[in-house]
């Protein structure tokens, strides 16, 4: 199966920024879609960004767009999320997620195969 591997959260202030990283195994990379994620504590996991197969097309929920931008690197099997204007409800573990090849990415998590082991991400005041 796919491996995904995210790395890049921390601690940081609010108004600051991370970029989160997450790493791909396999050679088909180019045909999956990818999301983002988040969960905090106590709360339901939730749809935090997305980008499809060809890379041409981004979702974000609204609760980010205009913060956080997704992006992929085919050549390095690796999408990221870079997190700008971090404010302390953004606190979370994000995880990445891949859909089948070639399916459109969606906010649920219902239609990705894959999943990483997720990074904590903590925003303080």
């Known amino acids: 199966q796919v491996q995904l591997v995210e790395s890049g959260g921390g601690l940081v202030q609010a108004g600051g920024s991370l970029r989160l990283s997450c790493a791909a195994s396999?050679?088909?990379?180019?045909?999956?879609?990818l999301g983002w994620f988040r969960q905090a504590p106590g709360k339901q996991r939730e749809f935090v960004a997305a980008i499809s197969w060809s890379g041409g097309s981004t979702f974000y929920a609204d609760s980010v767009k205009g913060r956080f931008t997704i992006s992929r690197d085919n050549a390095k099997n690796t999408v990221y999320l870079q997190m700008n204007t971090l404010k302390p409800e953004d606190t979370a573990v994000y995880y990445c997620a891949a859909t089948p090849p070639y399916n459109p990415v969606t906010s649920s998590g219902r239609h990705y195969d894959y999943w990483g082991q997720g990074t904590q991400v903590t925003v303080s005041s």
């Open positions: 396999g050679r088909t990379f180019s045909s999956y879609g």
